[in-house]
């Protein structure tokens, strides 16, 4: 093996090395508000969590599209500074005109269709505050992906470590506060939008 071929299998292994440890570290960021949250929210609650985590993952699927890979892919493809800027600055109008208006159609749309799928859960304020949070949150993937090609994988992993102790922290002061099931869905939307503000700026 060449010194550049083991010089890129060693990156590659610190690189998901470093993405494993920081997808546990998250993962267990939610086991450790579990205890907190049986303590204060009904199985009322816990169902409208689990409800709209679904819709979350479900709409981020839907707004990325599968860019923050296929930008990747084509990061390596641009030779100049310029292609590369040009890239991504196009994805980020794309992302963001499209995102903005699926967001608008869902929350004009979706009051109407909703109640005909999920009764008890209002849509209003639990899907519109969702909607909001994927929107920024698709809105900072692309600065997220640009971090990982430019080999600045621990900058990456500490904004995601912060951003998940962020939500925890917010939405367990939120749940304690007395909002119930809405303190998570508002912990998630102040951490993502400081995330996104962060981001965006660096």
Request: glycine share 8%.
């Given at each position: ?5 083991r010089?890129r ?11 494993s ?7 267990g960021l ?67 005109a499209?995102s ?28 519109t ?18 971090f ?40 998630a ?14």
């Open positions: 093996m060449t010194r550049p071929s010089s299998v060693v990156g590659l292994v610190r690189d998901t090395l470093a993405y440890l920081g997808l546990v570290l998250r993962r939610g086991v450790l508000t579990l205890p907190l949250y049986a303590r204060f929210l009904s199985a009322h609650d816990f169902g409208i969590i689990a409800i709209v985590a679904t819709v979350r993952d479900l709409l981020t699927v839907g707004y990325e599209m599968g860019t923050p890979n296929s930008s990747a892919r084509f990061y390596y493809d641009c030779r100049t500074e310029e292609e590369r800027r040009r890239l991504f600055g196009s994805l980020f109008v794309f992302l963001t499209t903005l208006l699926a967001s608008l159609a869902i929350v004009a749309v979706g009051p109407l269709l909703w109640p005909r799928v999920v009764a008890d859960v209002p849509f209003h304020p639990f899907v505050l969702t909607v909001a949070t994927v929107l920024l949150s698709v809105m900072g993937v692309l600065p997220r992906t640009i990982r090609v430019t080999d600045r994988v621990p900058l990456f992993m500490t904004l995601a470590l912060v951003q998940g102790v962020v939500s925890a922290a917010l939405s367990v002061a939120l749940v304690v506060a007395g909002l119930g099931a809405l303190g998570p869905i508002l912990g939307l102040g951490s993502t939008t400081l995330f996104f503000s962060f981001s965006t700026g660096t």
